[in-house]
Structure formats: C-alpha cells, structure tokens
C-alpha cells in the first residue's frame, strides 16, 4: 500500500516556482545524459521505504498549503563531504496540481497517509483549476474548495 511525504517547498513562492526548479533540474540531468528526474536531499532516512516507492509522491506545502506533488522514484542514502549521512529523495519530471489544503510549518518531511492527501486538480475536473492562484488560496481557506 503507498505511502506518501509531505514537506515544506522552502524558496518557492507559487507553483510556478517549483516547477522552474524542477525543470532546470531535469535539463540538468539530460545534459549529464541521465533521466530528467529531480531531486530534494534530506538528513533522515525514511523508514517505510517499501510503502514510499510503491506508489508514493512527495506533496509540496507553498505558502502555508498543500499545492502539488511529485512522484518518488527511488530514495538513496549516501554519506556527505561532512560525513554526515543523507537521503536523496529521487522525484519524477512532473509537477501535479493539487487541491489546496491548509498546512502549518513543520521541519523536514512526515508522511502523509493515501486517505489524507489531497486528490489532484485533475481528477477533480476542471472545478477551480481555471481560477486565479490567489483566489483559489482563498477558497481553500475558506474551505469551499
């Protein structure tokens, strides 16, 4: 069963954002002949490892809410320059809207249980994916979307 993390998209103020980030990495990798993944190093080493890379995604909260998603891939740990050991978060190309949920701040990641997370913008249909970021942030806050 998948299992999902979330974690606050520190330095990106829009979705927008993210995905500059994202594509710049991806360039990045193809120009270095690999696949056009991305990637977010942590310091924790996720336990459920299993659960995560049968079908989790990492949820990205911007500006307070839960805003989008990416695929994971793979997790590798790997010993820093410092000697201090790591986890590469290995995340797919694509950046998938999400409904906004509301988050409060939190350091480095948790999981995020399938029945907690928010469904995508598209499986939800085109309901609210045409409004403007700004009111749509609000409407979540409000709770009517």
Do not use: N
Not at 19 to 29: C, I, P
Request: glycine share 8%.
């Amino acid at each position: 069963m998948a299992l999902h993390l979330i974690k606050l998209c520190v330095g990106a103020d829009s979705i927008e954002d993210l995905r500059e980030w994202v594509s710049r990495r991806a360039l990045v990798a193809m120009a270095a002949g690999l696949e056009p993944t991305s990637s977010h190093t942590t310091r924790m080493v996720p336990k459920r490892a299993a659960e995560l890379l049968d079908g989790g995604s990492l949820y990205w909260v911007i500006k307070g809410q839960v805003q989008a998603r990416q695929p994971l891939l793979d997790l590798k740990t790997f010993t820093d320059a410092d000697g201090i050991g790591r986890c590469e978060l290995v995340l797919g190309p694509e950046v998938i809207e999400t409904e906004f949920q509301p988050k409060r701040a939190f350091q480095g990641w948790r999981y995020l249980k399938v029945e907690e997370a928010p469904r995508d913008l598209k499986s939800l249909g085109a309901d609210g994916a045409e409004l403007p970021m700004d009111l749509r942030r609000e409407l979540a806050e409000l709770g009517l979307l």
